[in-house]
């Protein structure tokens, strides 16, 4: 059974860092891209940073050169470097990977900038 499990969120300063972690089980890991999302309350939940299984990654243009996504397939684990954080990053954070045609999401973790 796939499962997905997000940490590291918290309450940071604008200009702060996190690092998110998920933890993934239950599938062949260094096989699939990974995705990380993001969701405000009211609002669709946007695509944040993906990464192939080849180490490949793309961003969307309102990260682009402050988060960075990496994977270790030696432990599962997929992270996001959030630097310069700003108070429209705030959102509960989700990793998420499609297998076989299903798309699997872990519970979320709450990021929130504020000062």
């Known amino acids: 059974q796939v499962q997905l499990v997000e940490s590291g969120g918290g309450l940071v300063q604008p200009g702060g860092s996190l690092r998110l972690s998920c933890a993934a089980s239950?599938?062949?890991?260094?096989?699939?891209?990974m995705n990380w999302f993001r969701q405000v309350p009211g609002k669709q939940r946007e695509l944040v940073a993906s990464?192939?299984?080849?180490?490949?990654?793309n961003y969307a243009d309102s990260v682009k050169g402050r988060f960075t996504i990496s994977r270790d397939n030696a432990k599962n684990t997929v992270y996001l470097q959030m630097n310069s954080l700003k108070p429209e990053d705030t959102a509960i954070y989700y990793c998420n990977v499609r297998r076989i045609g299903v798309l699997h999401w872990g519970q979320g973790t709450q990021v929130t900038v504020s000062s």
């Open positions: 990464i192939t299984s080849g180490g490949s990654s």
């Open positions: 239950g599938f062949t890991f260094r096989l699939f891209p």
